[in-house]
């Protein structure tokens, strides 16, 4: 069945640590982004691809990257987590025209200690 | 800029009553597709339904449906038959034809008692 999976689902970590959330898609959407949403508030886009090889920032600044290597992976990576980071990460993909519409996965809680 | 104001943080109804939640936006873009995402508490977040704008009929979605008002630049979501499952926050959202990316509006916080 065709979905968007994120792992882990939650993560507890402490101060310094690398870490890297993943996120896959079995749909075949060229297009891919990363959000953050602390709970019951708005979205923010930290990251975007349209496709392999092809990565930009959104309008939240975020210390994290991410990389498109291959179109159905879309990894985010922390190299040193902070309290500050402590959030939650949806990750989305979008179809083809004209809508557009994103599917989202189920998001990973980070806490940073 | 593109923004999305909706103006009600947070609605709570009885179940099986009609619950219509507002969304407003602003851009100078002609074209564009207007969504509605639900987030139930600590779940997926998901689509409920979605417009284009150039479409003048209102899109309905079995209990759901919106009112599009262009020249308003309005687009609620109008839920009838509310359900305890309808209980999640709801996320309106536009995009204009030329940038995939979403522009998303505060968010409503509805909760459906029983």
């Known amino acids: 069945e065709a979905d968007i999976y994120q792992t882990p689902r939650y993560l507890v970590i402490g101060t310094g640590k690398k870490i890297t959330l993943e996120c896959s898609q079995t749909?075949?959407?060229?297009?891919m982004y990363w959000y953050q949403q602390d709970p019951g508030m708005e979205l923010h886009l930290i990251h975007y691809?349209?496709?392999?090889?092809?990565?930009e920032k959104g309008d939240l600044s975020s210390e994290s990257t991410v990389s498109r290597i291959r179109t159905e992976h879309f990894p985010l990576t922390l190299e040193s987590a902070r309290p500050s980071h402590t959030s939650q990460y949806l990750c989305?993909?979008?179809?083809?025209?004209?809508?557009?519409?994103?599917?989202f996965g189920p998001g990973t809680r980070l806490t940073v200690l | 800029a593109q923004t999305v104001t909706q103006s009600q943080p947070e609605m709570s109804v009885q179940e099986a009553e009609t619950v219509t939640l507002s969304c407003t936006y602003d851009?100078?873009?002609?074209?564009?597709?207007l969504f509605w995402y639900k987030q139930p508490p600590s779940r997926q977040m998901i689509l409920v339904i979605r417009?284009?704008?150039?479409k003048q009929q209102n899109a309905t979605e079995n209990r759901f449906s919106v009112n599009f008002q262009k020249a308003a630049k309005s687009f609620s979501l109008k839920i009838s038959d509310s359900q305890l499952g309808d209980t999640a926050m709801y996320f309106c959202?536009?995009?204009?034809?030329?940038?995939?990316?979403?522009?998303w509006g505060a968010g409503t916080k509805l909760i459906i008692k029983p």
């Open positions: 959202a536009f995009r204009v034809d030329s940038n995939y990316q979403l522009i």
């Open positions: 417009q284009e704008a150039y």
């Open positions: 989305a993909s979008s179809r083809l025209a004209p809508y557009n519409e994103q599917f």
């Open positions: 691809s349209y496709g392999v090889n092809s990565t």
């Open positions: 749909m075949g959407h060229d297009k």
């Open positions: 851009t100078s873009e002609n074209n564009y597709y």
